[in-house]
């Protein structure tokens, strides 16, 4: 499982005015926790930057490498900007992303397959697609035979079945869980799966995000996720996944997530045998699985109820 | 051979809450009888696979001055009544209403400031009128709401008052009033299935008992986003029956208000031709906006026009009479 | 204008201090009255011609709070043995230390 | 709904085996779902998956056309019971009923009536689907010459007769039309069925209660008639209610195939007026019907039946759109108020109630936003400084307006700088954040 | 728990109850138990004892059992030889205190003694009327006893909603009459309901109330109960019933109204003048519902055990509290029983007229659109954020010193001074300049209000339509208020805020504020490593040279030039498992080498013991590691005997042949490379800059951008070192770039490293 590290991402007013204002130490100072914390490469979100993109672009690569050395996934839909920061990457980037809009899909993967950079197809047209049915479809007929056109080997793409948000769009949350899990057969070898988890919880609470993102990584490992953009600052996250990686089932909550982790792979769901009611972790983990399945409505309260 | 039908059958493991409105004078109110919502068992009308306790009921929207602003088929509808709201409330008991909605406004018919004493005499007036149980209803604006409601929680202690509406932004001291007093209060979120429980959560919080607690999911008028009320009606009201304990309130919507402000019922010229009949129009408009979301499951509809109540009463027995 | 001070013992509490003023400012040649219930003590400022510390000691003692008079603190059986409220009360306190305990948490409900 | 391809999936062998010509059984199942691929290039699919495919690859409740050309109406194909589940497909067939007992001259009245209107709401044209032509005098020819008038309007129609005879006579004067034939029953229902056979017309099935009902199909679909239409009979408002409902879930949840078809309302017969007869008819649109017929024409009732219809079949996984344009409210004038806001239909109606409700004449502006709200579509670069300004510059409403005041919403007051630099002249408001707020905000505006 | 408030509380407890006992037995003799007992205008009966007991008291001889159940309550008082923990007999006979107060209260009522006489009393609105007496006449000269119901309902709702914080019950008289008025105006300024009873050698604070003429009653907030401590049993009832209303608590849910009433009701008692034997003993009743209570005498205090948020007692000796005079100790005192109530200030809602968020940051205020304009080209804007002591900010306080800018013209412009004092527990100086920096964002996100800048630099606009919705100065105060409590909770307790556009007054603060600037620039230079007895760490870049630790100290900064000592501390302070952790300096072990055998540890540890031993100061032995991301390289060049410092900023070539980028290389990944290291700019201003090493004077050549931008700087190092024209006797890249050049220029500019002991 591969973290790419989310931090720096211009919807964060902090963020958008160090880049505005060319603060190096903060870009910086966001680029080394994150790599500290153990991100395998950072993401890069500069938003659509009309007037400066390649300028912002450059400028933003430039300061990050000189202190981290780890990948960059660069994410902006200005193709000038993709462009510049693609030439300055010095490791292997990451175009974030190509959908089948039609204008990301002229653009995104010949930049990716030019710069020998690996590329995040996101399962979506122009608008979001509902079900995995339609995701898929639109990976299999419209996404794939352009990755191929371009020359894009299939091991340099990782498909993004696109995270919406649980509170608004909760019914959509299994849905992306089991377009990783079809993503993964779609092409032999399987293609890699990359998601934005932290897309989750958008308008959640802050403080009831990092359960539900998680939560649902744990779901979405089960399926076969490779990688997410996600935040590395947060603790809970390494550990559920060395908790599954290393199926440590030294702990309560542990064995409850590995019993999630395996309901999720056989297509089953987590049974309330499995959690003890007594452990308010293991019950906030419950309700949260709860809340992921569609199963009870979200509230931000939830976990109170 | 044809094949044995089995008539399926959902279980379903949750029960929306009974919540009672308005008491007797053995209960330490007023009213000659209370109105009892909720307790269903099933989707709205399946008798056939679950328990229906209640059916739906109707509460007429009255204001504490006449409305100037409402179309003048309303006004026509109420004439001799609408200047003095005791006696529009007495009118809407006769009308059919089940309950009587107060709306307070703003400014008095002189158009001065509307204050605790005039609104409590305005709610002990019209509880003396009717003997239905009463909802009462702020203008809408914050300081206002709560100057007002508090008035009226006090005036009408022990009636067991439905008061309104809270909001996410508003609820605290509408809700401490109607703790202090024993009344209800009416939980208000903007067509959202998440905002909706979230608002259930809160004022639960706060330590209002379930059962003095209406949900008011809201809703647009036909034509106007009906179809986010009715989905979002129908996805609480599932969740409800599946055991989701803060969706399991009796839902309150307000179709009269919402239609009567479409144009389609409000305007009587220039419209084009093809609307038909204005006053046969803005009828069908508030009636269907209500039958439509009766059967996504209100449990109390808000309405304004007396010829819409009438049809709307006639489709609810109907619909509750098993076979009807 | 003298002064005399009584340690009046029942005088545990500010009710008392008002009836124990009450009382001496009704004393004819009483001038002035300081009464303390925390260190249960009366010191009065008053004219030996008109009264005298033995009127004023008498006017307190009619009036319930007689110097050095202590009121019958009723006794609280201190016993030891299996049953008696010795024991009772170190369970009440063990009691009272959980209660504590557990207030002093977040209290899940509030 | 045909199977989608991740039901085949499961059913296939998951071998990824590629004798299929396709890379993985995942990638064959899409191209099945497609029809672009036979099951037969799979060289190992099981007899059980075979029969299981084949048993599904027919939709739970069938899609059935009546009429041809533009004007056509297809029902069924349904797939959930609650709208918000996914969608509702087909919208039902809301028909109007003539009788041949009427003139001639009042049936092409009617007829005429119902294939001219239509009704515009938010952009979109809303009309009435078609007519029923009942056999009420019981005489043949009459019938035939009525479904001979009506027909020209080119409406797809529905045939009301028992009788074989008079049947046969209409669907002599509407052939090539697919007319629903309405309809066969416990006495006529073998030659009711030939007749749909030999015309190639969907034929309408009546019972009472739903074990008959099943009897009937099945005897029906033995003689070799597929598209059917149900009617069980039922004509109340509780009655419909639940018969449409368990017929929906036996097909839906049960793949209960004997009632996987349309069903047909006439909600007249069960009311006593035509007011109530409309309140039927919506309960109907939401709760299952596939053909509505009304007894009479009436705008006044028309129009709510079909806005309720259209809002019920929206699709809610995609918000609808308002067109893009200027909106009016009241009568404006050059110096009246201007507004602007996105395209998404709940934020266009939260702010056009708001405005029509304040009752002060303004202008709104709507822009693409692509359906989005207010600030997901500015987070998403939909509703930006670049797009407000260009819908201000190619709708013409400079020319509308007389005053240079652009009042944007609240939630996006952010972009009024960069929205002064894209619109030299103008001066940009920063309106309230919540649409309820916006009469008090017109109250005070001035030009 | 102390012994003696146990012994004086569990005393009082014992005679309170053989006093009701007593009274109790005189009633029934003379009215017989079917006596109505009974408050007025309540449905709740004697609430305390509804409340704790279930019973719900109508008649005289329903008393009976509720004494029984305080008498069973009661403990010994606790013998000198016995060590038993008090706490819990302490508030058991504080309850039944409480029972017992009740009762008399209840009797008294039988007897026609309740509401207290007071001749001469007249009361501000209260419903209190007895059957026996026309309304008039109740309320003439009477105090107003209980508080009835409908006016429990009243306040109750404002307590719930939040708008009423809480209740203050005050027992006995204040020192004078003028501090008696003074504390409660402080509490009604706070919107706190004041509840009055108890005397002190007969004076009540209702006394000296009415004699200052302020109004008691319902109508002006402050309740005179009664002039005895037995009257305050009515504020036990108040919260008792408060609990059953709002709460939905049902008689004998004794546990369930005491946490409530911890939770939800924000009330403490305050006693004023002597405590006596039964104002312990209802303290212990008080303190069960979560109350403290603060007495202006000298008292032993009741540190936290939990019953209560925080302290249970506290003493606050009157005379010895802070002040110029007692009207300010009386301000003080109020604050005092806020802070320890625990509850802090939560402001949902930013009350100004102008929509705000975080979405408004990025706004520009065009100079045609500006109302008006504070700093920038035409005038002088400054903030300045300083921490003071609890007791010397008042949390809330908006104060404008000047006239707002309601009559500068349009598009105008005034000098305008920000000053935020800010106290909090957690609260420390050096968090100053850190929050300083936040009144940028805060302002910022107000729609309309444009602002960039800080401290003396700092430039404000304010657009027209901002200025018509009707924002005024006060509102930045409003902002600045609502944002530092939210966003700081964890360390601002009190947030006070002064504007100031008065010119005198600005003037003066500017200089305040300057003079606070320069501290604060200089804080670091004149704090030494030597005066601290922890360093912290900074293990941020640890991901690519896993095995690299900075080691702040208030000498070396970090050698990102991010971080300085302070900096780190207050990181760790607000993030106290983050990357900067203490490292106490420990052990000595050669102060002058920079060792000290604490970092030593700790960067052992912490670079997988891969590092075994490292300098603060030197760069010849044991140099500090370096990530990369260094602001300077400093490297020796042994032909020069001294060490080049060569800028990041600086491309060019330098002597040690080799550019930054090559330097970087060998300088970084964490590895000790004696003769290379990575620095921070402003170590090179610092005393303790390779100080083993020969210290600045080994400063041989240096990056020209380095020279211009530390100008100031190193010309005080020049001076430090005794040389003032050192830094003209180094060599920069403008100069010379090869090592060849370098000697030649050194010895032309009579450099002193050349006359130092050789560096190898």
Known sequence: MEIVGERIHIISPRVKNAIAKREKGYVQGLALRQAKAGAHALELNIGPQKKAGPEVMGWVVDTIQEVVDLPLSLDTTNVAAMETGLKRAKKRAIVNSASAAPERLETMPPLAAKYNAKLIALCMGKNILPTAEERINVALEVLMPRILEVGLSMEDVYFDPLILTVSGMQEYALQAVETVRFLKQVSDPPPKTMVGLSNVSNGVPHEGRSLINCTYLVMLMAAGLDAAIADPLDKRLWEFMRIVEERDDSTPVGRLLLRLYDAIASMEELSPDDVDMSDPEQVAIYKTVQILENKVIYADSYLRV | MAEKVEIPVQKWSGRVREVTLGATREEGGTRARTVTLGGETTLPFLHFEGKLSHPPRIAIEIQDKKPEAWSPLLLKAWEGAIDDPAAWAKKAEERGADLILLRLSLDDAQGEENTPEKVKSTVRKVLSATGLPLLVFGPGQVDKDNELLVAVAEEAAGERVVLGVCEDKNYRTIVAAALAHGHLVDSRTPMDVNLAKQLIILIHDMGLPLDRLLMDPSTGALGYGIEYGYSVMERLRLAALQGDTMTQQPILVTPGEEAWRAKEAKVGEGVPEPWGDWEERAIMWETMTTTALIEAGADVVVMRHPESVRLVKEAIDKLWMKGG | ?110 | MALTGLDIYKLLPKTNCKECGYPTCLAFAMKLAAKQAELAACPYVTEEAKAKLAAAAAPPIRLVTIGRGERKVEVGNETVLFRHDKTFFHPPGLMVRVKDTQSIDMIEKRAREVADYSVEYVGLELRLDGLAVENASGEASAFASAVERVKETGLPLILISSDPRAMEAALAKSDGTSPLIYAADEENWEAMSELAKRHQAPLAIRASGLEPLVELVEKVRGAGVEDLVLDPGCRGYNDCLVTFTHIRRLALQKNFKPLGFPLIAFPGEGANSPEEEAILAGQHIAKYAGFVVMEDFDPALAYPLLTLRQNIYTDPREPIQVTPGIYEFGEPVPDSPLLITTNFSITYFSVANEVEGSGIPSWLLVADSEGMSVLTGWAAGKFDADKIAKTVKTTGIEEKVSHRKLTIPGAVAVLSGELEDELPGWEILVGPREAVDLPAYLKIWKP | MSRYIATRAIRGANRIVKEAEDLFEKALAEHGPDTKVAFPNTGYYLPVILGITGTEVERLGGLKPVLEHARSLLHPVPKERFWTPYLGEALDCGIATLLAEEVIMGIRFVYGEQPERLPGFRLAGGTFTSPDESAQEAIEGRVNGPIDDIQLRSWGIQLVDGRMPGFAAIIGAAKSNEVAVKIVRELQMRNILVFLCGNVNGRSIIHQLMEEGVELGYDTYTVPFGTDTISAIYAAGFATRAALTFGGKKGGQTREIFLYNKFRVFAFGLALGEVDDLKYATAGGVISYGFPVIADTVIPEILPTGVTQYEHVISMPFDDIEGKDDLERATRLVQRCIEVRGVKVKIAEIPIPIPYGSAFEGERVKRADMRIEFGGKYSRAFEYLRMRGLDEVEDGKIEIVGPGFEDVEEGGYMDLGIVVEVAGRKMQEDFEPVLERQIHYFINGASGVQHIGQRDIAWIRVSKSAAEKGLTLRHFGDILYARFHSDFEAIVDKVQVTIYTEPEELKKWLEIARAAYDVRNKRLVEMTDESVDTFYSCTLCQSFAPNHVCVVSPERLGLCGAYNWLDCKASHQINPTGPNQPVPKGEPLDSDQGYWQGPINFVYEHSNHTVERVSMYSIMENPMTACGCFECIAMVIPEANGIMVVSREDPSMTPAGMTFSTLAGMAGGGLQTPGVMGVGKYYLASKKFIKPDGGFKRVVWMSSFLKESMAEELKAVAEREGDPDLIDRIADERYVTTVEELLPWLEEHDHPALKMPPIL
């Open chain 3, 1 to 110: 204008m003298e002064q005399t001070t009584y340690k009046v013992p029942k005088m545990y509490a500010d009710h008392h201090v008002k009836a124990v003023r009450d009382a001496l400012l009704g004393l004819d040649g009483v001038e002035g009255v300081m009464a303390s219930a925390a260190f249960k003590v009366v010191r009065v400022d008053y004219n030996p011609d008109l009264t005298s510390p033995e009127a004023i000691g008498e006017k307190l003692r009619a009036a319930g709070y007689g110097p050095d008079e202590d009121w019958e603190v009723p006794s609280v059986p201190e016993g030891k043995e299996d049953g008696s409220p010795w024991f009772r009360l170190i369970g009440r306190v063990t009691e009272t230390n959980r209660a504590d305990l557990e207030m002093s948490g977040e209290f899940r409900l509030y």
